[in-house]
């Protein structure tokens, strides 16, 4: 099995071309603009209260809603959500993901990618919404499932352009690591099937919620991801290779790092194969090592400690047969204290530990389950 995929639907390409010919578009009461590409048809339209916008690519394949309106100041960005899927999407609408999410101009709010079936055509419709006091935003992307590998960099050229007036640009936010750990932000982990036959599409939509997937587990046919809710490195691509043996992994992992420019960001087993994590991004590897040791996890720490010496982060582990295996990659000018495994019988106990361990700037990099034992790797920096 080989997934690689340049991120899709809302991660992708921020500088690719609106035509040149692009023309703002404003509402000066909510401090709205969002730039459309002049050869882009146009309607505006009122719905009990709400403001609408509707734009339509040339072809009709592709559209972008955004819809404004007041709602009451104590309701959440929740409320707007449980809202818009039972009054506005239509009966039989799937949703594939729900997650919190800050565009790249800094507007936070919630992101939500949705399937939905239209006069026989299937459609991938992302949604951020958007709470602001009383105002309410809401922009939808849409494209048929079909064409969503081709086109929905259009998409996200266009909804990068989206701004409300009091939000921070992102691109002024630092994402540095070690600032990262004094964010607000938290993990969350997203579950898939390896036979579904839109796993890369539903891959795409997520890795493209502007998070970074840090921990990869492998497990009965499952793929289970843990993500930490904030583009770390600006990402623009992943990939998920598997190998079988030593030549292999030596030849796979480093010709990802020299020659594709891609990060290893975690590790997991089937017992057969071992399964490699990547991210493209603004990352600086320097160099990768895979540490073999018995299950003991003293042995462990023995074993790997020559590498942290040299500034070489641990990045993953797995258990492949009867040995773990922890993937390391050598950063540049990242520092970290120290780290350890830490192993959870409850979901929730671990979700709310993560948080806490955030706090204490111990960042979870690293995701292993075996036996209802949940296993996260922290890396205190």
């Given at each position: 099995?080989?997934?690689?995929?340049?991120?899709?639907?809302?991660?992708?390409?921020?500088?690719?071309?609106?035509?040149?010919?692009?023309?703002?578009?404003?509402n000066?009461?909510?401090?709205?603009?969002?730039?459309?590409?002049?050869?882009?048809?146009?309607?505006?339209?009122?719905n009990?209260?709400?403001?609408?916008?509707?734009?339509?690519?040339p072809?009709?394949?592709?559209?972008i809603?955004?819809?404004?309106?007041?709602?009451?100041?104590?309701?959440?960005?929740?409320?707007?959500?449980?809202?818009?899927?039972?009054?506005?999407?239509?009966?039989?609408?799937?949703?594939?993901?729900?997650?919190d999410?800050?565009?790249?101009?800094?507007?936070?709010?919630k992101?939500?990618?949705?399937?939905?079936?239209?006069?026989?055509?299937?459609?991938?419709?992302?949604?951020?919404?958007?709470?602001?006091v009383?105002?309410?935003?809401?922009?939808?992307?849409?494209?048929?499932?079909?064409?969503l590998?081709?086109?929905?960099?259009?998409?996200?050229?266009?909804?990068?352009?989206?701004?409300?007036?009091?939000?921070?640009?992102?691109?002024?936010?630092?994402?540095?690591?070690?600032?990262?750990?004094?964010?607000?932000?938290?993990?969350?982990?997203?579950?898939?099937?390896?036979?579904?036959?839109?796993?890369?599409?539903?891959?795409?939509?997520d890795?493209?919620?502007?998070?970074?997937?840090?921990?990869?587990?492998?497990?009965?046919?499952?793929?289970q991801?843990?993500?930490?809710?904030?583009?770390?490195?600006?990402?623009?691509a992943?990939?998920?290779?598997?190998?079988?043996?030593?030549?292999?992994?030596?030849?796979?992992?480093?010709?990802?790092?020299?020659?594709?420019?891609?990060?290893?960001?975690?590790?997991?087993?089937?017992?057969?194969?071992?399964?490699?994590?990547?991210?493209?991004?603004?990352?600086?590897?320097?160099?990768?090592?895979?540490?073999?040791?018995?299950?003991?996890?003293?042995?462990?720490?023995?074993?790997i400690?020559?590498?942290?010496?040299?500034?070489?982060?641990?990045?993953?582990?797995?258990?492949?047969?009867?040995?773990?295996?922890?993937?390391?990659?050598?950063?540049?000018?990242?520092?970290?204290?120290?780290?350890?495994l830490?192993?959870?019988?409850?979901?929730?106990?671990?979700?709310?530990?993560i948080?806490?361990?955030?706090?204490?700037?111990?960042?979870?990099?690293?995701?292993?389950?075996?036996?209802?034992?949940?296993?996260?790797?922290?890396?205190?920096?």
């Amino acid at each position: 099995m080989k997934i690689i995929k340049s991120i899709s639907l809302f991660v992708l390409m921020t500088l690719f071309s609106l035509s040149i010919n692009a023309e703002e578009q404003r509402n000066y009461t909510f401090g709205t603009r969002i730039d459309i590409p002049s050869n882009w048809s146009k309607k505006t339209s009122e719905n009990q209260g709400d403001k609408i916008y509707d734009y339509y690519s040339p072809d009709q394949n592709l559209s972008i809603q955004m819809r404004l309106f007041v709602m009451d100041e104590v309701l959440s960005v929740d409320d707007v959500v449980a809202s818009y899927e039972k009054n506005i999407l239509p009966a039989g609408t799937q949703r594939e993901s729900l997650v919190d999410h800050t565009s790249v101009n800094g507007i936070s709010g919630k992101q939500g990618i949705y399937i939905v079936k239209h006069n026989n055509y299937e459609l991938a419709v992302a949604i951020f919404y958007v709470k602001k006091v009383e105002k309410v935003y809401i922009l939808s992307a849409i494209v048929p499932t079909n064409l969503l590998q081709e086109r929905s960099s259009e998409l996200k050229a266009i909804t990068n352009t989206f701004v409300i007036d009091g939000y921070q640009n992102k691109a002024s936010q630092t994402s540095e690591l070690g600032n990262y750990v004094q964010s607000s932000g938290n993990a969350f982990f997203k579950n898939y099937s390896l036979n579904d036959a839109y796993l890369s599409s539903k891959l795409d939509q997520d890795m493209g919620a502007g998070v970074t997937p840090v921990g990869i587990n492998i497990s009965n046919g499952g793929l289970q991801i843990m993500y930490l809710n904030q583009d770390l490195f600006k990402i623009s691509a992943y990939a998920i290779d598997w190998y079988t043996d030593a030549e292999t992994i030596k030849a796979g992992v480093t010709n990802k790092m020299q020659n594709e420019g891609y990060f290893p960001m975690g590790i997991s087993s089937d017992d057969s194969k071992l399964y490699f994590l990547y991210v493209k991004g603004e990352t600086n590897s320097l160099a990768w090592q895979l540490v073999e040791s018995p299950q003991d996890l003293q042995q462990v720490a023995k074993n790997i400690d020559p590498y942290l010496k040299d500034n070489y982060l641990p990045v993953g582990i797995t258990l492949h047969g009867d040995y773990y295996y922890v993937l390391l990659v050598q950063v540049e000018d990242v520092v970290f204290k120290n780290w350890n495994l830490q192993g959870y019988q409850d979901i929730n106990v671990m979700n709310q530990d993560i948080k806490e361990k955030i706090k204490l700037q111990k960042m979870p990099f690293g995701y292993l389950e075996r036996g209802g034992i949940m296993n996260v790797l922290y890396v205190g920096l």
